[in-house]
């Protein structure tokens, strides 16, 4: 069972991203506040949650989301900051973009670094131990998955409708055959020597 709040007087915003391992995309971020009418037993770690389990609850969450919001950085700007700050920034504009201000952040991971002024903490793992943080990880990896299923149609070579831009042995060895296309992190080992 995950953990409704890490303190029930405060309005928690959850926030976790999703992609920050790929070769390819964008890393996605998305900050959930639940309310306490919400069926939590639906939620965990979007990861230990099938695709189809994934795409059935995340209408629910925002449809019952007190508020929510997601965030993409692109290849080009993790390229730019590297993709622990990229990570760090899309969760903060998804903080920014809530219709309801939170009183405080739940962080999935141990580090976070934002010009934000809400309190907030990090927590390792939180996305197993936290609805709102699990609540995030489904938006954050299901508009991911969406928009990589949606560029793959432009460089189906690469597979991303299946691997979704991660670095599966097939991936890397498409990026050594064909060179790595406009959405590939330049600054990310891709293998690109021949």
Request: with cysteine.
């Amino acid at each position: 069972m995950l953990n409704h709040y890490l303190n029930k007087l405060h309005l928690e915003a959850g926030c976790d991203e999703a992609g920050r391992g790929c070769l390819a995309g964008p890393v996605v971020a998305a900050a959930v506040i639940l309310p306490k009418t919400f069926p939590f037993e639906i939620l965990n770690d979007s990861k230990k949650l099938t695709a189809k389990r994934r795409d059935l609850i995340r209408p629910i969450i925002e449809k019952q989301a007190l508020a929510y919001a997601v965030s993409f950085v692109s290849e080009k700007e993790i390229d730019e900051i590297n993709i622990l700050n990229a990570s760090f920034l899309a969760m903060t504009r998804a903080v920014k973009a809530l219709k309801v201000k939170p009183d405080s952040l739940l962080i999935d991971g141990n580090r976070f670094k934002t010009d934000l002024t809400i309190p907030f903490s990090c927590e390792i793992k939180g996305d197993a131990r936290f609805c709102s943080i699990a609540a995030a990880s489904v938006l954050a990896k299901t508009y991911r998955d969406e928009y990589m299923e949606r560029i793959s149609k432009e460089h189906p070579i690469f597979d991303w409708k299946k691997n979704k831009g991660y670095p599966t042995e097939f991936h890397r060895a498409q990026i050594q055959l064909h060179g790595a296309s406009i959405y590939h992190r330049k600054t990310f080992k891709l293998l690109t020597d021949k």
